[in-house]
């Protein structure tokens, strides 16, 4: 099964923790699993950033989790993607819609 997980709260809020926790456990069911960051969320890919919150999801993409974020909200931050040297995946508004449209089950978090 296909999930998909949408976060908009930045690092170190409940939201984000809420979202690593629900990868975490879809991925320990052997499920694909799809993490999206939009707004706030994106500042996970800030280079250089020392985040509790962003290890634990680079751990997790260690484990098969696949993170995506959306190119124009780091744009608008200042977060500059395509420096980034870890797996995240540069998307688009396209790209967010054919995940949601290839998904088995979508969980939205503010």
Do not use: W
């Amino acid at each position: 099964m296909k999930m998909a997980i949408l976060l908009k709260s930045g690092p170190r809020t409940d939201e984000a923790k809420a979202a690593i926790r629900i990868a975490s456990e879809i991925l320990e069911q052997g499920h694909e699993a799809h993490v999206y960051l939009l707004q706030e969320a994106v500042r996970y890919c800030h280079p250089g950033a020392a985040i509790s919150d962003r290890k634990a999801l680079e751990k997790l993409m260690d484990k098969g989790l696949n993170v995506h974020v959306l190119a124009s909200d780091a744009q608008l931050r200042g977060v500059d993607v395509s420096c980034e040297e870890g797996d995240f995946v540069k998307g688009s508004y396209d790209s967010l819609i054919e995940l949601l449209e290839t998904s088995d089950r979508v969980v939205g978090i503010l």
